[in-house]
């Protein structure tokens, strides 16, 4: 059993820049891919980026792109985004997810491909 707990939410202005993170915890860590998720209010929760846990290969939604970044501690088992040039649309709450190892890799912006999921951190960007 995979525990996630996500840190590091809160209230930024716009323009600003919030790093997050996804402590995994609970026996042996094992992990294909991590990801980031959000959901907005009054929207469906949408994917962010990932990474794959053993080569740090990343992949972003095109709104993330150039402004986000995913990275990885493979030895305290901790998964990182770093936002930069926050925008009042990426307000939302923020959930980590992991997916445990398997062939082929499956798609990493499917909600169905992770197996645990983080309770969410909230972040508002608001000035």
């Known amino acids: 059993q995979v525990h996630l707990v996500e840190t590091g939410g809160g209230l930024v202005q716009p323009g600003g820049s919030l790093t997050l993170s996804c402590a995994a915890s609970?026996?042996?860590?094992?992990?294909?891919?991590m990801g980031w998720f959000r959901q907005a209010p009054g929207k469906e929760r949408e994917f962010v980026g990932a990474i794959n846990w053993n080569t740090g290969r990343t992949v972003y939604v095109d709104s993330a792109k150039g402004r986000f970044t995913i990275s990885r501690d493979n030895v305290k088992n901790v998964l990182y985004l770093q936002m930069n040039a926050l925008r009042s649309e990426d307000t939302a709450v923020y959930f980590c997810?992991?997916?445990?190892?398997?062939?082929?890799?499956?798609?990493?912006?499917?909600?169905?491909?992770?197996?645990?999921w983080g309770q969410g951190t909230p972040v508002t960007v608001s000035s």
């Open positions: 997810a992991n997916s445990l190892p398997r062939q082929p890799e499956p798609p990493a912006n499917m909600e169905y491909t992770y197996d645990y």
């Open positions: 609970g026996g042996t860590f094992r992990s294909l891919l």
